[in-house]
């Protein structure tokens, strides 16, 4: 079964910090990795989508890399502003494109001014 | 515009009732999922299908059922088994291995 662990659960930062946020996982036959971000009371919104055969993606101030042999991927926020400021979760889906996804349970984040 | 519509987006129900959460999307997407959430335990998934006419359970599928008729509709029913049916149930859909978006939400609360 695929482990999907975030760190940190919590992170408070000043506005115009650059930060970084970490997702490991345990199995590394993905099939893609998803980055979303969480408003309270609300659903889902996804920010960037990376394929396994993909090292990174950007959008924006948002930038997300993925190692497969390590395990890892990590969100890098630049520049960040108070308007950042939510609950962001990773999510993998298992080695194919019927595969079921994985989550973490978010870093949330607040941007303070 | 293109998108998951969820409802109600509040609902109530007495112990020992049913309530059924409607999920429609027009994104013509093959993959429509139902998660559960709960604070501090992330989302779990309940049921999840792939194509028309056919489903499987998740991990926390005990208690809820779904049906599968139109691509595009993916009700879920909590039914009077489910010993703690209080929370923030969210549907999500998802062309087949691409990107997975999610409505906004019904939050579901036992009286």
């Known amino acids: 079964k695929q482990e999907v662990t975030q760190i940190p659960a919590a992170l408070s930062v000043p506005e115009g910090e650059n930060l970084v946020l970490n997702c490991s996982f345990t199995?590394?036959?993905?099939?893609?990795l998803q980055w979303f971000r969480q408003d309270p009371g609300k659903g889902l919104t996804s920010l960037l989508l990376i394929q396994s055969s993909q090292r990174e993606q950007t959008s924006g101030r948002l930038n997300a890399s993925l190692d497969k042999s390590s395990g890892r991927s990590t969100l890098y926020i630049a520049a960040s502003q108070p308007g950042d400021s939510a609950t962001y979760l990773c999510a993998v889906k298992r080695g194919s494109t019927l595969g079921r996804l994985y989550f973490g349970r978010g870093t949330q984040l607040t941007v303070w001014p | 515009d293109g998108g998951i519509t969820q409802s109600p987006k509040y609902l109530f129900r007495k112990e020992g009732q049913n309530v059924t959460l409607s999920c429609e999307q027009n994104l013509n997407h093959d993959a429509m999922y139902w998660y559960r959430q709960d604070p501090g335990q992330g989302l779990r998934l309940i049921y999840y299908s792939q194509i028309v006419n056919d489903f499987q359970k998740g991990d926390i599928a005990e208690g809820y059922s779904v049906s599968r008729e139109k691509k595009e509709s993916f009700p879920l029913t909590v039914t009077s088994a489910q010993k703690n049916p209080t929370a923030f149930y969210l549907c999500?859909?998802?062309?087949?291995?691409?990107?997975?978006?999610f409505g906004e939400g019904s939050r579901l609360t036992v009286l």
């Open positions: 199995d590394s036959a993905i099939y893609n």
């Open positions: 999500a859909s998802s062309p087949s291995g691409g990107e997975l978006f």
